[in-house]
């Protein structure tokens, strides 16, 4: 047995990234469920759920599934349960 | 309305207190407490990164708040 | 049902190795007005608010799960590596004696979370106002441990939590609106 393998800087960028665009979700979510009838939130949070995806199929290609439970793809083999965990990075 | 962040207040002082005096004593009044009910189109922190980092979507809502530490001047 | 993302909600970084930070920034771990108490609170007062704010508790109450664990992954880096001797030095020695370095929902000074923290009145009004003051006094936590931490990486990650407590507050406060106006007519003040 071996210490798991150290994540290159690229991880930490990429999911900063991640973290920045889901960040405005959130709080363009919290808004809505008291503005419902904001259009202009409503598209800007659509854009915002449009580009999170595309950044993390970008990231799931490079680092693993996000995701558990069918929410993201496996690898061959089953790589969902790979380290690092997030509060391990 | 004042609507600056911080408040301050002056507790009696004693001379029997025991430590030193903080003339000045304050709390934080962030502007969530003046904004009722958020007006459509805030303008936003200008990239996801910033208001990630900022904490809050819209500057409106931004409350910095510097730590305390010592014995506040009055 | 709830997904987990194998992300933080906001990148945790700890400076210092300084295990006497953790025994602090436990009480918003395990506290009264820590983030499991925030998250059970609202996700348990979803079930009997009215209609129009269970989509805010409930996003809410998720969101207090993203702060427990970037409170928890402090407290794990902060313990990590510390051996039984830096425990006991950083006053962790009754936290060790019964957990090791294991984290447990307990408060700074040791007391067991219980559920007496939080509560469900089933009035709407009366739950909303406990939620806006749970939001005040998770903020002003927040306040007196980034004055009690000298380390910048965590006192930035405590200013983000702090911040969403404020947003939090805010939001409850439209929502007690909306109740109280039982709105649909007008949208905006």
């Known amino acids: 047995m071996s210490t798991p393998k150290q994540v290159p800087q690229e991880y930490y960028d990429l999911l900063e990234e991640i973290q920045a665009i889901d960040f405005v979700l959130v709080e363009l979510n919290l808004y809505l469920n008291t503005h419902p009838n904001d259009t202009e939130a409503i598209q800007q949070f659509n854009q915002c759920s449009y580009e999170s995806r595309k950044l993390k199929k970008q990231f799931e290609k490079k680092f693993g599934p996000l995701m558990h439970f069918g929410k993201s793809y496996s690898g061959y083999s089953w790589n969902w349960d790979n380290p690092p965990w997030p509060w391990q990075v | ?74 | 049902m709830w997904y987990y993302e194998k992300k933080l909600q906001y990148p945790v970084r700890v400076r210092d190795c300084n295990p006497r930070l953790a025994k602090y920034l436990i009480e918003q771990y395990g506290g009264a007005d820590g983030e499991l108490a925030a998250a059970l609170r609202y996700l348990n007062q979803r079930y009997t608010i009215p209609n129009k704010v269970v989509g805010l508790l409930n996003d809410i109450g998720t969101e207090e799960f993203a702060h427990l664990e970037m409170i928890a992954t402090m407290i794990y880096k902060l313990t990590k590596d510390a051996t039984p001797e830096e425990m006991k030095k950083a006053g962790l020695a009754p936290h060790y004696a019964n957990h090791d370095n294991a984290l447990f929902y307990h408060n700074a000074a040791g007391a067991p979370f219980t559920a007496t923290y939080i509560q469900a009145k089933g009035d709407p009004i009366a739950d909303i106002y406990e939620d806006i003051a749970a939001e005040e006094k998770a903020r002003a936590t927040y306040q007196w441990l980034i004055n009690i931490s000298d380390d910048p990486e965590i006192n930035d990650s405590l200013k983000f939590l702090r911040e969403r407590e404020v947003v939090h507050s805010q939001r409850f406060r439209e929502a007690a609106q909306i109740l109280i106006d039982d709105r649909g007519k007008k949208q905006f003040y």
């Open chain 2, 1 to 74: 309305m004042n609507q600056s962040n911080t408040r301050y207040y002056y507790p009696y002082i004693s001379p029997l207190d025991p430590c030193p005096p903080i003339v000045r004593k304050s709390y934080s009044t962030p502007p969530h407490l003046f904004m009722g009910f958020q007006p459509p189109n805030l303008e936003q922190f200008s990239t996801a990164r910033e208001a990630l980092f900022s904490g809050t979507l819209w500057p409106a809502l931004f409350d910095p708040y510097p730590p305390k530490k010592g014995r506040e001047e009055a």
